[in-house]
Structure formats: C-alpha cells, structure tokens
C-alpha cells in the first residue's frame, strides 16, 4: 500500500461586533412595578442583534463582516432560463442530487418565507402535493415538514427566487461554522446626557 499525507487548509474566523442603537427609557417607566420594561427591551435588543447577526451568517460578503453560508455555497442546480419566479420538482431533485451521498444524512434544506410559498404548491402529475407536512405532530409533538424526505429550515435572509439568486440552499447546514465569542450583554447609560432629560439608555 501507498502512503498519503492529508492536506490541511486554513480559514481565520474573525471575530465581529454585533450591536443595536440605543434605547432610551424614562426613568418613571422603569421604576413601574406592573410592567418588567428593562426586561422587555433586553429581549427586543437581543432578538434585533440576532436577526443582525442572522443576515451576516447567511449572505455576509466576507469583507469586513461574516462570509454568509449562501455566499460560500457552490451551486448544485441553475434553474430554467425565465424561471426566476419558480421552481419545479426536477430542479429540487437535480439540486438534492447534486451533493454526495456521504453528506446526505443529516442534510436538510433552507429557504425564505416566499420561497416556501412557491414550493407549497408544487404537485406532481397526479395533482398531489410533493410537500409533505408533519400532519402527526399531534401525536409526536412537533414532527417537522419535510421536503422530498428532508426537513426544512426557514431564513428570511435567505435571498428571494431571482434572476442569479441562490434562493434554495440544501446539505448539512451544522457544517457552517459560527464562532460565538460573547454573549448578548446589556450595557446602561446613566451620564448626564440621559439623566438631565430623566432617562436611561440601553
């Protein structure tokens, strides 16, 4: 038998900052005891930085910010010319096929909110939906949907159906690596530019 070395590569994982604006509040409306409001806008600032940190991962360009997984992605399956507002069952089939076999188990597929409109309604020759919802979530709780046998994920950053887009992405998705290095952290503003006008900012 031949010997063989394996070839390494590297790749930096940066590290960038996600914030949101600042939120000021009035100090009166803290102090209420009905309503947790420092609670409330901790919760509202972290879903916004997410959703910030959400787009960067999926369609970041890599310079200065995250590479996005979409813009990484290499494409498996060019739809029809004139195509750029639909897709059929061969193009989801060329594109599932086109990743190798030994990556299939645990492969699932990503798309936006219009994209799965489109895909809900395609039918095969017989006028039944190939979408196969999890009608027995009611027993298992919470069985997902499932597109040509592999669960689906929803992104709203994903881009929409277009001319040149890579509007459906499909393998395994955990092969994306994210580096989180901090926790979400709330930082209070209590300087005179807040405190003269009775508010503090978040």
């Not at 459906?168 to 092969?175: E, P, R, S, W």
């Given at each position: 038998a031949g010997s063989a070395d394996i070839a390494f590569g590297t790749r930096p994982l940066n590290v960038f900052k996600f914030g949101s604006k600042i939120i000021t509040v009035p100090i009166e409306l803290l102090q209420d005891s009905t309503l947790n409001?420092?609670?409330?806008?901790?919760?509202?600032?972290?879903?916004?930085?997410?959703?910030a940190g959400n787009r960067k991962f999926t369609v970041g360009t890599g310079a200065g910010e995250p590479t996005g997984m979409i813009t990484a992605a290499t494409v498996g399956k060019v739809g029809a010319v004139g195509s750029t507002a639909t897709v059929g069952y061969d193009d989801l089939v060329d594109l599932q096929e086109s990743v190798d076999e030994a990556y299939q188990a645990g492969a699932r597929w990503m798309f936006a909110q219009s994209t799965h409109k489109v895909v809900r309604k395609l039918k095969d020759t017989n006028g039944r939906p190939i979408w196969t919802p999890g009608y027995e979530g009611g027993i298992t709780k919470g069985a997902p949907d499932?597109?040509?046998?592999?669960?689906?994920t929803l992104n709203s950053h994903v881009p929409a159906m277009a001319a040149n887009a890579k509007s459906?992405?499909?393998?395994?998705?955990?092969?994306y690596a994210i580096?989180?290095?901090l926790e979400v952290t709330l930082f209070r503003f209590y300087d005179s530019a807040y405190a003269s006008k009775g508010q503090v900012g978040f």
């Open positions: 409001v420092e609670s409330l806008v901790f919760g509202r600032l972290t879903t916004r930085i997410s959703r499932e597109l040509l046998g592999k669960p689906v459906i992405a499909y393998g395994q998705m955990d092969k580096r989180d290095a």
